[in-house]
């Protein structure tokens, strides 16, 4: 099952980062940006919204999710935009995912899962994987809205510890 069907099931590995004021400041505007261009643009979104302004928190709770996880990798975050089929953590393979972290059909990046925390400003960072290898598990493809397109969701057991996520830049916590 999903995480986001069982928002308590955390893999014991997971590590909660909280974020300061002024972080989530900085991240939140960068999220209301890329929702903001995305409007002007007229973009469609590639998954649709099950309820009306459903984009808004995500881009924002996505942009706050990735600070959180450069926060814990002691990575810089450039608060990028309009940059389409790059990883989300630049200079490395990271894609982050918040609220329900699934892998995509073509991804081939490591996937960083986040999932809210008991405050607004607490982001659980449950773990990571390799979108190839996730691939490899058929009975993980899954598509439960029949509007959005086959995605695979890898069990509470698949997540490797961030700790083992291996960065040459990143220092032991």
Same mark, same amino acid.
């Given at each position: 099952?999903?995480?986001?069907?069982?928002?308590?099931?955390?893999?014991?590995?997971?590590?909660?980062?909280?974020?300061?004021? #002024? &972080?989530?400041?900085?991240?939140? =505007?960068?999220?209301?940006?890329?929702?903001?261009?995305? !409007?002007?643009?007229?973009?469609?979104?590639? #998954?649709?919204?099950?309820?009306?302004?459903?984009?808004?928190?995500?881009?924002?709770?996505?942009?706050?999710?990735?600070?959180?996880?450069? +926060?814990?990798?002691?990575?810089?975050?450039?608060?990028?935009?309009?940059?389409?089929?790059?990883?989300? !953590?630049?200079? =490395?393979?990271?894609?982050?995912?918040?609220?329900?972290? +699934?892998? +995509?059909?073509?991804?081939?990046? /490591?996937?960083?899962? /986040?999932? %809210?925390?008991? =405050?607004?400003?607490? #982001? !659980?960072?449950?773990?990571? /994987?390799?979108? /190839?290898?996730?691939? +490899?598990?058929? &009975?993980?493809?899954?598509?439960?809205?029949?509007?959005?397109? #086959?995605?695979?969701?890898? %069990?509470?057991?698949?997540?490797?510890?961030?700790?083992?996520?291996?960065? =040459?830049?990143? &220092? &032991?916590?």
């Amino acid at each position: 099952m999903p995480f986001h069907k069982r928002r308590r099931s955390y893999p014991c590995h997971s590590v909660t980062v909280r974020l300061a004021h #002024f &972080e989530m400041d900085m991240a939140a =505007t960068v999220g209301l940006r890329r929702q903001l261009n995305a !409007i002007r643009h007229r973009r469609k979104p590639r #998954f649709p919204e099950d309820v009306p302004g459903e984009l808004w928190n995500h881009h924002i709770n996505g942009a706050c999710a990735e600070y959180a996880v450069c +926060k814990l990798l002691k990575l810089p975050w450039d608060g990028s935009f309009d940059v389409f089929d790059r990883e989300d !953590i630049p200079g =490395t393979n990271i894609d982050v995912r918040y609220g329900s972290p +699934k892998v +995509k059909e073509r991804e081939a990046r /490591v996937i960083v899962g /986040v999932l %809210p925390g008991a =405050t607004h400003d607490e #982001f !659980i960072v449950i773990g990571w /994987v390799d979108a /190839v290898e996730v691939r +490899k598990h058929p &009975e993980w493809r899954s598509r439960p809205d029949p509007n959005r397109p #086959f995605c695979w969701f890898p %069990p509470v057991s698949a997540w490797r510890p961030i700790g083992q996520l291996p960065l =040459t830049n990143r &220092e &032991e916590w």
